[in-house]
């Protein structure tokens, strides 16, 4: 696909206006690997002037940090802010929220100061701005969707709105889990889970909110978090319910009803 | 006759208060052994949370029924404290209901709100007290309050309702007495009260010699176990009910998500990068990177373990202690109390506690605990009193970490892929655009 480079665009002569920042999850991981693609897709098709890092780009720091090693996040977050503030970056977008979080709340005080939005909040305001025009029968009208809250994105930073608010634009029924907004139970990823084996316990965190979305009744969980999808994902294997559910991305949801 | 009955008041009221003082004092000390964090920023933000969070509970308007009934046992103990007033006026200067002569065209309003907030108290605290030990509410049954804290909860129930019972009581029985021309309480003409005379009919079956003993009984009673309460509260998990207060003020404003920044850290990573910029003279060396004992915590992670009136719902809504791991936001806060606690007995006997090999890491709070934590700040979201776990959590994590050595292996190895390969999986740098090259 076509996804400019941003060393490439300053060597062409261009300075893009935003930073696409795709995350550890959305370079590697197969699954976020097509959350990335779809948003591509959507900056591609609304004709933003955007790049990437490509493999100029690095971990924030984010997992270890949570982790207790300081020092390795100092060193990412030192190195990211030199290379951020050397193509003299204004506006960052990512599809992540733990990256969303450290790039606009801890980063500023080390140096690095930017406008961070996520890419829940940049659809929502494509979609009010009319520059993402939606299908008139699109894949999801009328079905009922549930939105899975990610803690970096809701409890940390407040955002509860605006993927709800991308979720109504597809004419889409949305139902809200028993424990939603900041009530809603963590996906189990969190402060470098992601990483590690859950702890001794009694059950697994993903499978307690696979059962929050299943008792929804929906039939998409939607979630604006590349972690939160992929132990959704897991939980919805481990319930064999992956015929009838599907877990996808709020900008898997906008590319799979847009014209392209 | 009077005027014994005048110094014995006094002795009993300046003793409660001396002791009240020196505990008050000694929790300050406790909370200062901590490190000193600024909080002055946005003072009228700061005001808003005490109004809103404190003041106005808007935390526990979550669960309706449950803050309505905590709301009355609030304004009913605050209000009735006025009463206090009164009754500490009559004990010094040896009168008898004074503010009567000041308000005489309210005091019977007054007198009333007071024991409608009286019976509201008793009828919340009763069903508190069969909720908390008849009925299942899991955060209420679970094993982080074995022992002493369910009896601390127990005896604060029990004291509420019978100070609430004696200050009825002492009522019933002075106007009981006013009503039968009974000297000197008949001078205080007040009429009787909304709900107090209710007993009246029980109060005709006793001599007139043993409702005036009554009355001065329950009037004694009510002063002392209030002012006995006051030092008990200081010493047990109702402190909250002073502390909620500046808890609230001195929360943290940042937004949950950001973790608080180690100076010394970020400047030791610079100067690795720039030596240029390091300092011809080492500065400052022998700091503990994040926490080993209470100590090492903020002053703020202290004063919340004092505020923290042990309710268990930051513990309700963590996500790793509904799965059945050890980790217990509300266990993370009575640890860091219990420390302290200890220290102050040690402070008391002049115990050199610092000597000792003691540390809240370890001694109170497992590493299997810790290693628990998803950092979803659904504790932080959770507590009524402005109280943070997960700051201590991350404190203590970084300690394991960075002066340990101590990390799970598969956190070992995600730390040498991120400085290998700057990612926290074995994959390339090379590979981070290898999903351009395919095809929608």
């Known amino acids: 696909m076509n996804v400019p480079i941003w060393s490439e665009e300053i060597n062409k002569g261009n300075q893009p206006e935003i930073l696409f920042w795709v995350g550890c999850a959305g370079s590697f991981d197969a699954r976020a690997q097509s959350i990335t693609k779809a948003f591509v897709t959507i900056l591609n098709k609304v004709g933003i002037s955007y790049a990437i890092l490509g493999k100029e780009e690095m971990c924030t720091g984010d997992p270890a940090r949570r982790a207790g090693n300081e020092f390795q996040f100092q060193m990412m977050a030192y ?61 999801f009208k009328g079905k009922k969707i549930t939105f899975h809250d990610s803690c970096y994105l809701g409890r940390s930073n407040n955002i509860y709105q605006a993927p709800r608010a991308v979720i109504e634009a597809l004419d889409a029924s949305l139902v809200e889990m028993k424990r939603c907004k900041s009530n809603g139970l963590c996906c189990g990823a969190g402060g470098a889970q992601m990483f590690k084996e859950e702890e001794k316990g009694n059950s697994r965190i993903n499978l307690a909110r696979t059962k929050d979305a299943l008792d929804s009744g929906a039939s998409v969980i939607a979630s604006a978090c590349p972690f939160c999808n992929t132990m959704l994902t897991d939980g919805i294997k481990l319930n064999e319910k992956q015929e009838d559910i599907k877990v996808l991305d709020i900008a898997e949801l906008i590319a799979q009803s847009i014209e392209l | 006759m009077e005027i014994f009955q005048q110094i014995l008041f006094a002795g009993v009221f ?23 964090e600024k909080f002055e920023d946005q003072p009228s933000r700061r005001w808003m949370n005490v109004f809103m969070l404190a003041f106005g509970q808007k935390k526990m308007f979550k669960k309706v029924p449950v803050a309505l009934l905590h709301l009355f046992v609030y304004a009913g103990f605050i209000i009735i404290n006025i009463e206090m007033i009164e009754i500490i006026v009559d004990g010094f200067l040896g009168t008898h209901r004074f ?17 409608f907030l009286a019976i509201s108290v008793i009828v919340a605290c009763v069903i508190f007290f069969i909720r908390r030990n008849a009925l299942s509410v899991k955060r209420l049954q679970s094993s982080d309050l074995k022992g002493w804290p369910s009896k601390d909860a127990n005896i604060i129930l029990v004291t509420e309702i ?15 007495l006013q009503s ?17 005379s209710f007993a009246h009919p029980l109060l005709n079956y006793f001599s007139t010699e043993t409702i005036i003993i009554t009355e001065r009984i329950c009037w004694w ?86 505020s923290c009136t042990e309710c268990g719902r930051c513990t309700d809504a963590c996500p790793a202690n509904q799965t059945g791991k050890l980790l217990s936001p509300r266990k993370i806060m009575m640890s860091t109390r219990d420390r302290a606690e200890e220290i102050a007995k040690k ?42 776990p997960l700051d201590i959590i991350v404190q203590l994590r970084r300690y394991l970490i960075m002066e340990k050595s101590s990390s799970p292996q598969e956190w070992t190895s995600m730390f040498g892929n991120i400085e290998n390969n700057f990612a926290p999986w074995k994959f390339s740098p090379d590979q981070r655009i290898d999903w351009t090259k395919e095809s929608t």
């Open chain 1, 79 to 139: 190195q990211n802010i030199q290379l951020l503030n050397s193509y003299q970056i204004k506006k960052i977008v990512t599809a992540c929220p733990h990256c969303f979080n450290t790039l606009k709340n801890e980063y500023p005080e080390l140096g690095g100061n930017y406008e961070v939005i996520h890419h829940s909040t940049m659809l929502q305001q494509l979609i009010d701005q009319g520059k993402i025009v939606l299908n008139e029968n699109g894949t």
């Open chain 2, 14 to 36: 300046l003793t409660a208060i001396y002791f009240f003082s020196k505990r008050m004092a000694m929790i300050r000390k406790l909370i200062l052994l901590g490190q000193s």
């Open chain 2, 99 to 115: 503010l009567l002569g000041w308000i005489p065209n309210y005091y019977s309003y007054l007198i009333n709100s007071f024991e």
């Open chain 2, 162 to 176: 019978i100070l609430m019972l004696l200050f009825l009581k002492m009522n019933a029985a002075d106007t009981f």
């Open chain 2, 180 to 196: 039968k021309g009974i000297q000197p309480y008949s001078q205080h003409f007040t009429g009787t009260f909304l709900f107090s």
């Open chain 2, 221 to 306: 009673l009510h002063i002392i176990g209030v002012l006995g309460f006051l030092n008990y509260l200081s010493r047990s998990k109702h402190l909250h009910i002073i502390l909620a207060f500046p808890n609230a003020y001195y929360a943290r404003l940042d937004p949950p998500g950001k973790m608080k920044n180690m100076p010394t850290v970020q400047n030791e990573v610079k100067y690795a990068f720039q030596p240029e910029l390091a300092p011809s003279s080492p500065g400052e060396q022998a700091h503990t990177f994040g926490a080993k004992d209470i100590t090492d915590l903020s002053w703020k992670n202290l004063l919340d373990a004092f």
């Open chain 2, 347 to 388: 402070i008391e006997h002049q115990i050199d506690w610092k000597a000792e090999e003691k540390s809240l890491l370890f001694d109170y709070i497992k590493e299997e605990e810790l290693r628990a934590c998803t950092t979803c700040n659904a504790c932080v979201e959770a507590c009524p009193v402005s109280i943070n």
